[in-house]
Structures are given as structure tokens and as C-alpha cells.
């Protein structure tokens, strides 16, 4: 498996689900989306491999059957996209994270003793231990491998393995008109607004790229066109080297295994009715009881079509950082450990749903 590396030669313009037609969207303009979804990523990498194989857009027939279809990947598989920062991985923080922002102490929900009754039945409700007046998720920050090893193992990130948002990457709200070609004048009523993002210098995005022959990633353009605009991206191809926190020491304490289940890449279900049981009693394929859950608000995945020159149709996804916290017999400890850095959900070819396994409820 190869990882390609992309980096922003100016700024990357990914918008979010907000319709962007003429007269909708209210005035603000479109939001940004970094990092984007692996539906805008798989696009540029499958054109990219079919230019090296000699196809072009007037040359439709050339398409290698490798790369599949508008509907699906063919032979290849991928992973991601993460977020890089000096080559090395940054994770959303995971949602059963809160702080206290005038202290800046961190401190991890779990799930109450009892049960309480609401809207989802009979649940036990995330709650901070120790209690801390006004925590809350915090917002706008990234883990380090070592903060997310600490996460797993049941600590909090320390000083230094936790990165800001205005540390990795700027937005830039710009305001465009149309312009008419013959007279190079403005176009009336043809003006529009959109948020850019500008990443630092040392931040990049990666994708696992693998399933077809590793020739054929050798010697292609190392400039591509990347996300709406086209804007210029710079490409790194080299051998895949993701270094994935390790899965902490699961030990069963009277029989019973507690772990948690974190996302750290968007979870993609085919329907609403399995993207609805996953919010409520788990993800299908995890051993044990569910028993609570720290669940982000749900993002709207899109992309463009380039056969039918549209928008592909939005489809909702579990953002990263989502967690599920679970009980479970012991016998089931090996099945448990060999689901950390694993997939669940749908479209895993495509890298959604990747997972890391933690640890909950020790003294």
C-alpha cells in the first residue's frame, strides 16, 4: 500500500452540504470542510491513475476497469484521508473528552450508574468523572498519536499532544463575481461567497492507496487539481508507513471486558435505518453489550459526479471522534483486540469507519 500526501500549493476550497445554486444558501456564503470526505479524495486519486494509464476525458474508453465505476472503487481499496502534520497522524478528539476552557483541565464522560429515562428509552447517559462545572467537548483540536494512546489507555492528552485548529490551518472568507468573457466585465447579480482553507506549511492530506499494480503509481503528475476550483495540490506518492496508536491491555475483571469503540474516520451506512441503530444500540459486528455513547452530530458526505458533470446525492456520516462504550464476556477478548485499526459500517473500501479500541471503567 502506498500513501499519497497532498498539500495545498495556495488554499483548498471544500465545501460542506449547504446548497451552493443560485439564490440558495442564505448570505453568509458556503462553509468550508477540512479535512474533506474521502467521496471528494477517491476522485482525484481514480483520475489520476487512469491519466497514467492513458485515458483522458475525450478518451472514455481508455477507463482502466480497475477503477471501477462512478458507483464503486473496482479493484481498489482505500484508507483515510488523515490529516498529517509533519508526516505523522493527527486523530479527532474523541467526543467522551471534555474540558473545563477557563482551566484547560480535560477530564473523560462515562457512562452513569443508572439509567435514565428520555427520548432514547431507558439509557445510561455520558457523564464526566471527576465532575467539572462547565466542561464541555472541546472544540476545534486534534490529537497526537501520543494523545490518542492516552485517550485509549484511559488518561487525558497532556500538555503538548493536542494541536489547535488556528495551529494547523486558517480560513479565508473571499467573496467572486462572474465575468463576461467577451467584455471582461462583471455579470449582474452573479455574485457569490465561499470559505477557503489555508493549511499551514507542514500539514498535508494522506490516503492509503492500494488493490492495483504498484507500477502504475510510479512517475504520475505531481501537480493534480484537488476539491472545487480545481485548486492546486502538490502529490506525494511513497510507501504507506501509518503509524496507528496501539491497542491498550484489555483485562477482563469478573469476566466482564469494558472498552470503547473510537471513530477516527467518518462512518458511512447505506441506510437510515442501520445509521439509526448505530447511534442507538451500536454498530453491527461488535461483540458485547452497548451500553452508552458519546455521538457527534451527523455530517452530510457529497462529492461530484464527473460522468454526469453534478453533485453526487448527500449521504449522511458519523463524524471521527465518535465513541461507543461496551461490555462484554471475556471469551470475546481476542475478537475485541483484532478490531482495533479495523473497519465497520459500509463503503469501508473507501476508508470510512475506521476504528481504534479503548478502555473504560477501571479503578
Given amino acids: 500500500m502506498k500513501m499519497w500526501k497532498f498539500a495545498a500549493l495556495d488554499t483548498f476550497f471544500f465545501r460542506d452540504g449547504m446548497p451552493y445554486n443560485a439564490g440558495e444558501g442564505g448570505q453568509t456564503g458556503v462553509n468550508g470542510c477540512f479535512p474533506p470526505f474521502m467521496s471528494t479524495l477517491q476522485g482525484v486519486i481514480r483520475t489520476t491513475l487512469a491519466y497514467g494509464q492513458g485515458w483522458t476525458p475525450e478518451t472514455q474508453q481508455k477507463w482502466p476497469e480497475e477503477l471501477g ?14 490529516l498529517l502534520i509533519d508526516d ?8 467522551l473528552l471534555s474540558k473545563q476552557e477557563s482551566s484547560g483541565i480535560y477530564v473523560r464522560l462515562v457512562p452513569a ?55 494547523l490551518w486558517h480560513e479565508e472568507y473571499r467573496v467572486g463575481l462572474e465575468i463576461k468573457d467577451a467584455t471582461r466585465t462583471a455579470v ?23 488493490g492495483v499494480p504498484s507500477n502504475w503509481q510510479d512517475n504520475l503528475c505531481e501537480i493534480v487539481r484537488l ?13 504507506f508507513d501509518l503509524t496507528l496508536p496501539e491497542c491498550p491491555s484489555l483485562k477482563p475483571k469478573n469476566g466482564v471486558v469494558k472498552f470503547t ?6 462512518a458511512y451506512f447505506n441506510t437510515a435505518g442501520a445509521a439509526r441503530k448505530a447511534i442507538q444500540q451500536g454498530p453491527d459486528g461488535i461483540p458485547g453489550r452497548h451500553v452508552s455513547a458519546c455521538i457527534g452530530k451527523v455530517q452530510q458526505a457529497g462529492g461530484w459526479d464527473m460522468v454526469n458533470h453534478c453533485p453526487r446525492p448527500l449521504n449522511p456520516v458519523l463524524p471521527p471522534g465518535s465513541a461507543w462504550f461496551y461490555e462484554a464476556d471475556g471469551k470475546f477478548l481476542e475478537q475485541i483486540v483484532a478490531l482495533h485499526g479495523g473497519f465497520l459500517g459500509d463503503n469501508t473500501d473507501y476508508g470510512y469507519g475506521q476504528l481504534l479500541i479503548g478502555r473504560w471503567g477501571d479503578e
Fill in 69 to 82: 465505476t462512478p458507483s464503486d472503487l473496482g479493484q481498489l481499496k482505500l484508507k483515510g484521508p488523515y
Fill in 261 to 266: 469503540v473510537i471513530l477516527i474516520t467518518p
Fill in 188 to 210: 449582474d447579480k452573479k455574485l457569490y461567497s465561499c470559505v477557503h482553507t489555508r493549511p499551514t506549511h507542514n500539514i498535508s492530506l494522506g490516503v492509503g492507496v492500494d
Fill in 113 to 167: 450508574e443508572k439509567e435514565i429515562n428520555c427520548d432514547l428509552g431507558a439509557v445510561r447517559l455520558p457523564v464526566s468523572r471527576p465532575k467539572l462545572f462547565g466542561a464541555k467537548p472541546p472544540e476545534k483540536e486534534w490529537l497526537t498519536t501520543e494523545g490518542m494512546n492516552a485517550m485509549l489507555e484511559e488518561g487525558v492528552p497532556a500538555f503538548g499532544q493536542v494541536r489547535r485548529q488556528d495551529e
Fill in 227 to 239: 476539491g472545487g476550483e480545481g485548486r492546486l495540490a502538490r502529490l506525494d506518492i511513497g510507501d
Fill in 88 to 95: 505523522q497522524v493527527l486523530f479527532a478528539v474523541p467526543l
